[in-house]
């Protein structure tokens, strides 16, 4: 029985609204907890400060250490309701590639895990990221490619060839 489904793929790619398919589509309840979660979390402070997360112009996310440290403790918290019971969809973009996938494997140990890639053409997204009105230009762009290396997936969809609700059941088929 899966514990955990763990999307990601760059800003812009689909994984929001995949999310929202599989609430749908799976039989038990999941909850949805993502990276836009962790950082609507914190202090508006900490989007302000170079050690905190900083959006720059051009789209690149520039992470420090006090952000580190709150998505350390976050990653931990969700790791933590997954073996209390509840079964968690994690919509996360790993800007470290490998590094980031590895930061989760460690939190969820024991927890039966399924990590599914959620790709889409750079300028799709991009499309998408200006279509939406809430991102900074350029995030999508500088996001297909690099959340995606050395990341060991179970699954992956492309929301360029498919729907959020074709993936999501396609995600839903692999789901114990």
Not at 78 to 107: C, P, T, Y
Not at 131 to 151: E, K, T
Not at 159 to 170: D, F, I, N, Y
Request: aromatic share 4%; with cysteine.
């Amino acid at each position: 029985m899966t514990d955990v489904i763990v999307l990601n793929g760059g800003s812009s790619s689909g994984k929001s609204g995949i999310a929202r398919c599989l609430q749908a589509v799976l039989p038990d309840p999941w909850l949805v907890l993502g990276t836009d979660t962790l950082v609507d979390a914190m202090p508006a402070s900490i989007q302000a400060s170079d050690a905190g997360i900083e959006f720059a112009s051009d789209g690149q996310v520039i992470v420090g250490p006090e952000f580190r440290m709150l998505e350390a403790a976050w990653i931990e918290g969700v790791a933590a309701m997954a073996r209390a019971g509840a079964r968690v969809i994690v919509d996360e973009v790993f800007l470290g590639g490998a590094d980031s996938q590895k930061r989760w494997r460690k939190a969820l140990g024991e927890l039966r895990v399924l990590w599914v890639g959620v790709r889409c053409d750079s300028a799709v997204a991009a499309g998408r990221e200006v279509a939406r009105g809430d991102r900074v230009i350029g995030m999508a762009a500088s996001q297909a490619d690099v959340v995606h290396r050395g990341v060991v997936y179970d699954l992956e969809v492309d929301t360029e060839q498919a729907e959020a609700m074709e993936c999501a059941r396609a995600i839903a088929a692999h789901v114990g």
